[in-house]
């Protein structure tokens, strides 16, 4: 027997002649556990997908932060304006540049109370 390990190591020579062509690598590391070779390989696709689509999730989630930034800026600009443009001399101003005809109160408004 010690006769016939000697000579399978002659045949595929020495260690450290497979280590550096590649064949002690592919036949040890790969062949023998290809199993956990192919688990390694699926868990990193899986990985860097997972990487790609959070980094993919970031710009959307700052794209959006900007956005609502902005319409908030833009609602806060058109509220001022309304109250504005609401006041009552704003109002009158508006109504008499227009020409429509409509005239400002001169008395207080009263309360119509019809009992039944």
Same mark, same amino acid.
């Given at each position: ?9 002659? &045949? ?21 556990? #290809? ?10 696709? #899986? ?13 959307? #989630? ?33 109504? &008499?540049?227009?020409? #429509?005809?409509?005239?400002?109160? &001169? ?10």
């Amino acid at each position: 027997m010690a006769e016939s390990r000697k000579k399978n190591d002659r &045949k595929s020579g020495s260690v450290m002649g497979r280590l550096i062509s590649g064949t002690y690598i592919s036949e040890t590391l790969v062949l023998k556990n #290809i199993r956990y070779v192919l688990l390694v390989v699926i868990l990193s696709i #899986i990985y860097i997908s997972n990487r790609f689509q959070a980094e993919r999730v970031d710009r959307e #989630i700052g794209k959006m932060e900007q956005e609502v930034n902005d319409l908030r800026a833009e609602a806060l600009s058109v509220s001022a304006e309304m109250m504005t443009l609401s006041r009552q001399s704003e109002v009158y101003r508006m109504v &008499k540049a227009r020409g #429509i005809g409509l005239q400002e109160l &001169k008395d207080p408004p009263y309360r119509i109370v019809v009992s039944e």
